[in-house]
């Protein structure tokens, strides 16, 4: 018999995830194709040698409560490599003083009011206080958050601690962001009766379990990429141009080369795809397929990012947390913005990597303002350094540096977000030799990644071994 032929669009973890699913509902035979455009696998994920040292320069971690990460490391033997953060604490920059992020929030938003005072002015926490005192909330499908927060808490709760927290997971502002895609469990809360956001915040808040929040690989997430890869063929650096429907399944053309002038491998032809890429990547290959799923896809925005890794030499001593988040609002002593959003001390935050160099992450980036990221590699370094010096007193000059850039890549979940993602479902639906996946559709953490991954593998795999 013929072996199943199914094509992966997209190198990233949710792409591989789903190669890897495949492989195992489909069997050794199955062909299984991954393409990607660029010339590395792992999308987001991306670990680099800084120093002589192997440190996460993408994605650095995974929610633990989710069980989609935990159980995929653990079929694959990868499990024991897990470890989780110390305890050192986060911070925010909070109108120019840097605090603990305090706990009893949801994203920021206290079912205490109490919990979150010591950010914010006298009149900022009076306003928050009050919120339980308002006439009761009136969500009318969905909301966009800025408005909803600012109406109730006032300006300096969204300013100084929601949108740092946000800024964080989206590369997103509260003003950009919605309350279902981004805020589930608030929404959730509100729907069952709550009548305030703080009431919603206080049914909300995670119960203590004991468990770690956050886990990583101690040798590095691309270690995770590099097993994932073992399930298919990998084509790197290979576009593809166009997918279009064949009477027994689909082709894909491939390539950089202008039409008509296509090497002989330009076209391959299989019979079931995954498309697992960003949303503007997914419009135009999905443009006069799927068309509705197309033009959905069109109407996610996306914001580009970099992280920019610093190995300071050993000895440095920064602060004894695990990091620093920054509102937009917030300012330098002479005025101008901080170019970072965002800097993590993984020397602190993780015990594997501690010692020898002191390695620094700061991010740069939010959707809609790029900000320092007009800069190039050696200006964006020297940025970077500068809002470590403000924020920290640290002067001492890196022994190594790397900037990595993201162009595009990070949806916006606005408001409406889930409404356009059954859109993009219930389109792709008559087609059942085709799927997508990714961070676009239902979560931007790794494991919500996997789980958009496995549930396109399975699609695929009912669609070609049915009953």
């Excluded at 699913?21 to 991954?34: D, N, Q, Y």
């Excluded at 040292?53 to 989609?68: K, M």
């Excluded at 959707?367 to 940025?383: F, I, K, M, S």
Aim: glycine share 12%; hydrophobic share 45%; proline share 7%.
């Amino acid at each position: 018999m013929t072996p199943v032929r199914v094509a992966v669009v997209g190198g990233g973890i949710s792409g591989l995830a789903a190669a890897h699913r495949l492989r195992a509902l489909l069997g050794a035979t199955a062909e299984v194709t991954v393409v990607e455009q660029t010339d590395r696998l792992g999308g987001k994920i991306r670990t680099a040698e800084l120093a002589g040292r192997r440190y996460d320069v993408g994605a650095e971690a995974y929610l633990v409560r989710r069980p989609e990460m935990t159980a995929l490391l653990a079929e694959l033997g990868l499990d024991g490599d897990v470890t989780h953060p110390t305890g050192a604490r986060s911070t925010v920059r909070a109108g120019g003083v840097t605090r603990p992020i305090p706990g009893r929030t949801v994203m920021g938003v206290p079912g205490d009011p109490d919990a979150v005072a010591d950010l914010l002015s006298p009149e900022g926490a009076r306003r928050v206080a009050a919120e339980r005192d308002l006439p009761p909330v009136e969500l009318d499908g969905d909301a966009t958050l800025g408005p909803l927060l600012r109406a109730r808490f006032g300006d300096e709760l969204p300013d100084r601690l929601i949108d740092p927290l946000l800024g964080g997971v989206y590369a997103g502002g509260v003003d950009g962001l919605g309350l279902r895609a981004t805020l589930p469990a608030l929404a959730g809360a509100l729907d069952a009766g709550a009548r305030t956001l703080t009431e919603a915040a206080a049914t909300a808040i995670p119960k203590p379990t004991g468990q770690p929040v956050f886990g990583t690989l101690t040798t590095g997430l691309d270690t995770l990429i590099t097993r994932l890869a073992r399930a298919a063929t990998i084509r790197l650096g290979v576009p593809v141009r166009s997918l279009a429907r064949r009477d027994t399944g689909w082709r894909l053309t491939l390539g950089a080369n202008a039409p008509g002038h296509e090497p002989a491998d330009a076209v391959l032809d299989v019979d079931a795809v995954v498309l697992a890429v960003p949303a503007p990547a997914a419009r135009k290959l999905l443009d006069g397929v799927v068309p509705a799923a197309s033009a959905a896809y069109g109407r996610v925005q996306v914001a580009s990012m970099a992280v920019v890794a610093l190995a300071l030499p050993e000895g440095t001593e920064l602060p004894g947390t695990s990091g620093i988040l920054l509102g937009a609002g917030e300012r330098r002593l002479d005025g101008s913005p901080f170019a970072v959003k965002a800097f993590t001390f993984s020397a602190a935050k993780w015990s594997h990597l501690g010692g020898e160099t002191v390695l620094v992450r700061g991010s740069v980036g939010r959707h809609g303002d790029p900000g320092a990221l007009r800069a190039d590699d050696d200006e964006l370094v020297r940025l970077v350094r500068a809002d470590l010096v403000e924020l920290t007193g640290v002067t001492a000059p890196p022994i190594d540096s790397l900037v990595t850039r993201w162009g595009g890549g990070l949806p916006q979940y606005a408001a409406g977000h889930a409404d356009l993602v059954t859109e993009i479902e219930h389109a792709i639906a008559p087609h059942p030799g085709l799927a997508v996946a990714g961070a676009t559709l239902h979560g931007v953490g790794l494991p919500a990644c996997i789980a958009t991954a496995d549930a396109a593998a399975h699609r695929i795999a009912t669609h070609l071994t049915p009953a």
